[in-house]
């Protein structure tokens, strides 16, 4: 894991720590009965941990695409979590009302012209001296030649961290540390692949035969007794409200 705390980058050149993202997490923040707003939480997996981690914090986790948030809404309940459904540029919470704001690898969905509106309502919405914490993919690695070839987000990406620095610019949030790791990330086939990145509710993919052709191809480059077996590099920048 390489962290900075003094200036911002969109990758790192050597990235070494692999790991859950909730080892980096867990060390960067002080979670025990802490107001926690998440953005774009989708399937929720990290919010429900989460919950379940620190019984004493109280979650609210916001997702815009109605199918995954119906889904979310019908699972199992959890006392610490309620769901709803807004957006990042639009929160319905008052002013100094949230500790902790969380987005895993949502603010580059977030339509690039309401990613400064996105960060004006964190600031907001957070208490002084509350954090943000915001995980980003990096545009590098084996995964992401797996996924740019129908997926390419290379200009959002970059809009998002942009977004992030001209908040830091401004004054409006402090930069904290910067972290880069590796999330691991295991498929057991092609069509398990195809799946969880084509057959998703939030976003058109609209994937060609021979994008998807391509796609198989250099996925059975990676393919070994257990499948395939990739890394995702991560950027995780902690942000806080000056005080």
């Not at 993919?137 to 290379?154: K, Q, S, T």
């Not at 590796?182 to 057991?188: D, K, M, N, W």
Request: hydrophobic letters at 45%; aromatic letters at 6%.
């Amino acid at each position: 894991m390489q962290t900075s705390t003094t200036r911002m980058q969109l990758t790192h050149p050597a990235i070494a720590r692999t790991c859950k993202e909730a080892a980096i997490y867990e060390s960067l923040l002080k979670l025990d009965g802490a107001r926690v707003l998440e953005l774009g939480c989708g399937k929720a997996d990290h919010t429900r941990n989460i919950a379940q981690a620190h019984p004493s914090a109280h979650i609210l986790a916001a997702e815009v695409d109605q199918v995954q948030h119906a889904k979310n809404l019908g699972a199992a309940p959890m006392a610490n979590l309620g769901f709803a459904d807004f957006g990042a540029e639009s929160i319905p919470l008052a002013d100094a009302s949230v500790d902790v704001v969380m987005m895993f690898r949502s603010m580059h969905h977030v339509p690039p012209d309401r990613m400064d509106a996105a960060l004006c309502e964190i600031h907001r919405v957070l208490r002084s001296g509350g954090h943000v914490y915001i995980s980003e993919p990096v545009f590098a690695g084996a995964l992401n030649d797996l996924v740019r070839i129908f997926n390419d987000e290379e200009r959002v990406r970059k809009a998002a961290f942009d977004a992030v620095c001209r908040a830091v610019d401004k004054g409006l949030l402090e930069l904290v540390s910067e972290t880069f790791f590796l999330a691991p990330v295991q498929y057991r086939s092609f069509a398990e692949f195809a799946q969880k990145h084509f057959e998703i509710t939030h976003s058109v993919r609209n994937v060609t035969d021979e994008q998807s052709a391509a796609v198989e191809r250099l996925f059975n480059t990676h393919l070994g007794p257990d499948g395939v077996k990739l890394t995702q590099q991560m950027r995780v920048d902690l942000l806080r409200k000056p005080g």
